[in-house]
């Protein structure tokens, strides 16, 4: 059954900390994406990657991290830098980055993110 | 300007009608286009993607795009109180940026 899991579902951290989110996609996509949902507004892009070994900052990438191992997982870590980190995190994949058809963006079930 | 943007909504349609989601985008190079949906506390889920001028449809989706014009719409038809939800819609940008609208959130009233 093919997928994209995000875990846990729900986190909650102090001010200060450091946090990582889990993605893991069985789909055999090269490309993964890190994107940020808050109340009322449409997603913005943290970090993408096209290839393992390999990542680019998004729009908001300031105060977060990625890294790109294996072509399955895309963990994103929520740094104390990060001034406003209370948020819906959203992983998604996709087979390529452009093209007919191998652009489609396939989103995991996110992870929210509470930080007092 | 923004770079994707939506009818802000709600949009509120009785069960059975056609409901019709609008966007426009800025970058002329655009060539791929998507509309998701989402409901309250879910991520977003692919329910259409366009790539060439005309129409394409899907059960009761159909969407509309115009290049030239920079648009591009969804239609729903025999609105279903299931179809309640927010509505993203999101262009491919570049090589790899999809940039989202704000959403319009639907609202199917039985």
């Keep these: 059954d093919g997928g994209i899991t995000q875990s846990p579902k729900y986190l909650f951290r102090k001010e200060g900390q450091n946090v990582t989110l889990s993605c893991e996609q069985n789909l055999n996509h090269d490309a993964m994406y890190w994107y ?20 680019q900052k998004g729009d908001i990438a300031e105060g977060y991290s990625v890294s790109r191992e294996k072509k399955e997982s ?8 990060q001034k406003n980190p209370t948020a819906f995190y959203l992983c998604a994949s996709s087979r390529t980055t452009w093209g007919t058809g191998g ?3 396939y989103f995991g079930p996110g992870t929210r993110l509470t930080v007092t | 300007q923004k770079e994707v943007e939506q009818n802000s909504g709600p949009l ?30 879910k991520s ?11 129409d394409k449809e899907d059960g009761r989706f159909t969407a509309q795009l115009n290049k030239a014009s920079q648009y591009v719409s969804l239609l729903i038809r025999d609105s279903q109180p299931s179809d309640s939800a927010t509505y993203l819609c999101a262009v491919n940008m570049n090589d790899y940026k999809l940039s989202f609208g ?9």
């Design chain 1, 36 to 55: 940020r949902q808050d109340p009322g507004q449409g997603l913005r892009l943290i970090y993408y990657s096209q290839i393992v070994n390999d990542f």
């Design chain 1, 74 to 81: 895309f963990p994103l870590t929520v740094t104390s830098a």
């Design chain 1, 103 to 105: 652009d489609e963006q």
């Design chain 2, 12 to 41: 509120s349609v009785p069960e059975g009608a056609i409901a019709s989601l609008n966007c426009t985008y800025s970058d002329r190079v655009s060539q791929s286009f998507f509309w998701y949906r989402q409901y309250s506390g």
């Design chain 2, 44 to 54: 977003p889920e692919l329910i259409m993607s366009i790539y060439s001028n005309g």
């Design chain 2, 102 to 110: 704000a959403g319009t959130t639907v609202t199917v009233r039985a």
